[in-house]
Structure formats: C-alpha cells, structure tokens
C-alpha cells in the first residue's frame, strides 16, 4: 500500500516493552500524508498503557496530531 500510495518510510523504532511505531510520509515530505501504525507486542483488546505495556498511548496520539 506504502509504494502505491507514494508514502516512503521514515522512521522504525521500539517503543514501550518490545512494542514498536513504525511512521511513513508521502512522497515530498508533506506534513499533510502520514501514516503511524503502532504494532503492539502481545496486544490484546486494551487501550495500551504504561502499566501494561510501557507504552504512553495518549502522548503518542498528541504527538501525531502536533506534527501537522
């Protein structure tokens, strides 16, 4: 979908206890194309947290949407 779409990768890196955020961009760098996807180690249905998983998911959603 990333090549299609023109998003390239910008950044991959562990987050949390093993977690890890991965962020593309679309082609140009626009601000306006991103995409992050959070992929959760040993996620279950739960809002992921800092007791559960070390990882402060509330600071993260700030954070995408600040850096529009």
Request: hydrophobic share 35%; charged share 25%.
């Amino acid at each position: 979908w990333a090549a299609s779409n023109k998003f390239t990768l910008v950044t991959k890196e562990e987050v949390g206890e093993g977690s890890e955020l991965t962020k593309w961009t679309s082609a140009g760098k626009s601000k306006k194309g991103q995409v992050w996807h959070l992929c959760v180690k040993e996620g279950l249905h739960s809002w992921p947290d800092m007791q559960n998983y070390g990882i402060d998911t509330n600071t993260l959603i700030l954070d995408f949407f600040d850096s529009f």
